[in-house]
């Protein structure tokens, strides 16, 4: 359950349960039935632009767009953002990428947007306090659920079952 830490015991105690029971795919596929189908960096790049265009309109443009093999949810990292600023010839460049764990190729739509409103929320707030999170529940209403969601399929991955 070290997916499920900082959360109420009840809540924790309700997932063993379905862990024990062998139910939280049958759980978790009856929340979100099918996953996205955002599976290249290009689908993925256009699905994260409209979401942006979307729900942030006077954020710097994004550069980059892509899935990462180099992320792992093992480092407590779903997604990063990254913002560089760079000198080239005499003017001040700046730079903006997004990257999503490989792992989130076929997950529920729900758990990608949830990741994709995390990182883009960093555009306007660069830390994890009370206006990020208003920020994130701003754009995805559902956002801690999913988030929840999200470290339940996480937990089901420790398993070693699939969701699809």
Same mark, same amino acid.
């Given at each position: 359950?070290?997916?499920?830490? =900082? /959360?109420?015991?009840?809540?924790?105690?309700?997932?063993?349960?379905? @862990?024990?029971?062998?139910?939280?795919?049958?759980?978790?596929?009856?929340? /979100?039935?099918?996953?996205?189908?955002?599976?290249?960096?290009?689908?993925?790049?256009?699905? @994260?632009?409209?979401?942006?265009?979307?729900?942030?309109?006077?954020?710097?443009?994004?550069?980059?767009?892509?899935?990462?093999?180099?992320?792992?949810?093992?480092?407590?990292?779903? =997604?990063?953002?990254?913002?560089?600023?760079?000198?080239? =010839? =005499?003017?001040?460049?700046?730079?903006?990428?997004?990257?999503?764990?490989?792992?989130?190729?076929? @997950?529920?739509?729900?758990?990608?947007?949830?990741? @994709?409103?995390?990182?883009?929320?960093?555009?306007?707030?660069?830390?994890?306090?009370?206006?990020?999170?208003?920020?994130?529940?701003?754009?995805?209403?559902?956002?801690?659920?999913?988030?929840?969601?999200?470290?339940? /399929?996480?937990?089901?991955?420790?398993?070693?079952?699939?969701?699809?």
């Amino acid at each position: 359950m070290k997916y499920l830490q =900082g /959360y109420a015991p009840e809540l924790i105690a309700q997932a063993q349960k379905l @862990v024990d029971d062998s139910k939280l795919a049958s759980y978790l596929r009856k929340r /979100y039935p099918k996953p996205h189908d955002f599976r290249s960096d290009r689908a993925l790049a256009d699905y @994260v632009v409209e979401l942006k265009r979307s729900s942030l309109k006077n954020a710097p443009s994004l550069n980059r767009v892509s899935y990462c093999n180099k992320i792992s949810p093992e480092e407590s990292l779903l =997604g990063v953002h990254v913002f560089r600023t760079r000198n080239h =010839g =005499g003017k001040a460049k700046a730079d903006s990428e997004i990257k999503i764990a490989t792992l989130f190729r076929s @997950v529920p739509e729900e758990f990608l947007r949830m990741i @994709v409103v995390h990182e883009l929320a960093h555009f306007r707030e660069k830390d994890h306090n009370r206006a990020f999170y208003k920020l994130c529940q701003n754009m995805e209403p559902n956002y801690f659920q999913l988030e929840f969601d999200l470290r339940l /399929y996480l937990t089901l991955l420790d398993t070693g079952e699939q969701l699809y």
